[in-house]
Antibody, heavy 122, light 108 residues
Framework: EVQLLESGGGLVQPGGSLRLFCAAS????????MNWVRQAPGKGLEWVSV????????HYADSVKGRFTISRDNSKNTLYLQMNSLRVEDTAVYYC???????????????WGQGTMVTVSS | SYVLTQPPSVSVAPGQTATITCGGN??????VHWYQQRPGQAPVVVVY???DRPSGIPERFSGSNSGNTATLTISRVEAGDEADYYC???????????FGGGTKLTVL
């Protein structure tokens, strides 16, 4: 079964750091670009970042660029999101999501994790 | 940056047809994907590449895309279709994924 499982969320103070994890199973992880998408409480979906299968290319939303870093370890089938200089407005459920087609950015997200909650508050 | 505009809400009676629009500049030149999100759950793709349906998605869900508007159509609406729906594209000019603001579908 194709599955994504996020972890690492929690409560952190403004200015702090947190690292999110997304464990993948059931597919050849290194073949697919992976994304992080977040959803603030009661709000819509907001794309955060994408990384291609090899890990060599990444892109970020303007709201997180310079503060967040996406990475992956294909030997461990794991996607990461390092979040630094966290702000109250970063509070959200963070989902990892798999691109449906090999070697693509623009195809749909066919598999989503269940999400992990990040709360930034003093 | 590229913007996708959806109506905040759409209401429809059971058995009727729901139409959810997604507006964007020349969106017809992009591939549009649609997601359904029920409360407390992760999103699920219901239409991809403008008009294709993943396996397991009922034929009642269909999509189209032309000019400045993409459309998700849900025929013979059921109570279980009540959810938030989001359109999404890849904006190659900015290398960003863009989501619409979402539309809450209410089944009366």
């Amino acid at each position: 079964e194709v599955q994504l499982l996020e972890s690492g969320g929690g409560l952190v103070q403004p200015g702090g750091s947190l690292r999110l994890f997304c464990a993948a199973s059931g597919f050849t992880f290194s073949n697919y670009a992976m994304n992080w998408v977040r959803q603030a409480p009661g709000k819509g979906l907001e794309w955060v970042s994408v990384i291609i299968g090899s890990g060599g290319t990444t892109h970020y939303a303007d709201s997180v660029k310079g503060r967040f870093t996406i990475s992956r370890d294909n030997s461990k089938n794991t996607l990461y999101l390092q979040m630094n200089s966290l702000r109250v407005e970063d509070t959200a459920v963070y989902y990892c999501a798999k691109i449906s087609a090999i070697g693509s950015y623009y195809h749909a997200f066919d598999i989503w994790g269940q999400g992990t909650m990040v709360t930034v508050s003093s | 940056s590229y913007v996708l505009t959806q109506p905040p809400s759409v209401s429809v009676a059971p058995g009727q047809t729901a139409t959810i629009t997604c507006g964007g500049n020349n969106i017809g030149s992009k591939s549009v994907h649609w997601y359904q999100q029920r409360p407390g759950q992760a999103p699920v793709v219901v239409v991809y590449d403008d008009s294709d349906r993943p396996s397991g998605i009922p034929e009642r869900f269909s999509g189209s895309n032309s000019g400045n508007t993409a459309t998700l159509t849900i025929s013979r609406v059921e109570a279980g279709d009540e959810a938030d729906y989001y359109c999404q594209v890849w904006d190659s000019s900015s290398d960003h994924v863009v989501f619409g603001g979402g539309t809450k579908l209410t089944v009366l």
